[in-house]
């Protein structure tokens, strides 16, 4: 394949968080409530955070490589308007500033993928490769009684496991899940009704692929093309369950974009048996003539169990059934942009509070259940004062040549005459990680 610069800047955008978000891939998610916020809280609030993460990646111990550093900035602010009790308005924005090591463009480079060099990033005016700027969430909330209905540019979010989300078809699945970080903004039209105490229905209308491609596609405006989602769910004693309907839309393809929709029923549960909080949830594709189980299923399950006030386990299984059980069958492009590429999962997190929650220790793995090979976070955060953490970690990825996570592989393109390039990529070196974060 002749990989043009166009479609290098596509394939660039979709990997463009790998640098970045690999170093937190475990990081809590930061809710309004725990940013804090400025503001009587009667009409407008405005809360964040300010994120500063030093990165240092090491060499292959069996090899002839220079360590690596990077500094990535992150900003996020969230204004929250409410001219009424029944009424709101949310912007989200978030500005990133990714030197070195961190930034994607200098990560595949290092990789062994320098997909635009210095020279060719020179031609390309106006586009800044270090930092960007993202108006992530704009949209409004009304409640009218047991009707909430929100509407434009906002968090979707569906399923009850930790890690992956089957049910989630309406966000692209990368690493970035692993994050907890905010999920990407999709423009939406998304009504919920209460039904009495104990059961809801929701759902939402989108107005863009799961790809989240920033092109103005034409096929998107057609009505059988629109994704959507529909889920009912009942609250019984400590138990939520839900069931419901989703269209899922997504570009497919590298170098050939087509649109591709697929129907699922989806369902979902989450409740508590003693001293352990058990869900699950899995989305079977339906409507297609080559239905199989071992492609059109996917599945998880997990527990979580805390031990005493200090220390909690999660356990978690997940089926990815368009991944690939034997190595050579890896979607090598796929890998390149931060997806997962087998088919079982195990995930694995232990927390532990110290010093009356001053320390929190973190050990964090994603083990690869078909080559063995695994991602393994462990991480100490400290808060030295309120709303101002300390952090340090190292991201460790063992396996063997050829695994998903020990990261070495051979890419083969195709050039012009027909010439066969075959590059070796190397995107498993470990990484030690500070940062500081502030909240307000």
Known sequence: MNISTAHKLRFIKRAALIGALITTLFTINITAEEWGSWGDGSIFDLSGYLEVTGVTVLPRWQEDQNGNVGLLSKLRLRGVFEPASNLSVVAEVEYQDMRGAVNPLTRMSLAGLPLLNESSQAQLAGIDFNRRIDFDYAYGSASFGPVDLRIGRQPLAWGTAYAFNPTDLANPVTLAELTGVEPPGI??????????????????????????????????????????????????????????????????????????????????????????????????????????????????????????????????????????????????????????????????????????????????????????????????????????????????????????????????????????????????????????????
């Open 187 to 440: 423009t939406a039209i998304a009504p919920s009704f209460t039904i009495g105490p104990s059961l809801g229905i929701d759902g939402y209308v989108g107005f863009e692929d799961r790809s989240r491609e920033a092109v103005a596609i034409t096929d998107i405006s057609v009505p059988a093309n629109i994704p959507f989602g529909i889920r009912g769910r009942a609250f019984i004693n400590a138990w939520d369950v839900g069931v419901g309907f989703v269209r899922a839309v997504e570009q497919t393809g590298f170098l050939q974009k087509q649109l591709s929709v697929e129907d699922y029923v989806i369902a979902e549960f989450a409740g508590s048996a003693g001293p352990f909080m058990l869900y699950g949830e899995t989305s079977v594709e339906i409507d297609n003539a080559n239905w199989k189980f071992s492609h059109s299923v996917d599945a998880a399950i997990g527990t979580q169990y805390d031990i005493g006030d200090n220390f909690s386990l999660l356990v978690e299984y997940h089926r990815r059934g368009r991944g690939a059980s034997d190595p050579d069958n890896y979607d090598l492009f796929r890998r390149l942009a931060g997806g997962l590429v087998a088919r079982d999962y195990l995930v694995c997190v232990g927390n532990s509070f110290l010093f009356d929650d001053k320390v929190q220790l973190t050990v964090a793995s994603i083990i690869n259940l078909n080559d063995y090979s695994a991602a393994l976070i462990p991480e100490i955060i400290y808060t030295a004062v309120q709303d101002f953490e300390l952090g340090m970690g190292i991201s460790l990825f063992p396996g063997s040549r050829g695994t998903e996570f020990y990261g070495d592989f051979r890419l083969e393109t195709q050039e012009p005459g027909d010439k066969t390039v075959f590059t070796d990529v190397d995107m498993g070196r470990y990484m030690a990680f500070f940062k500081t974060t502030w909240y307000f």
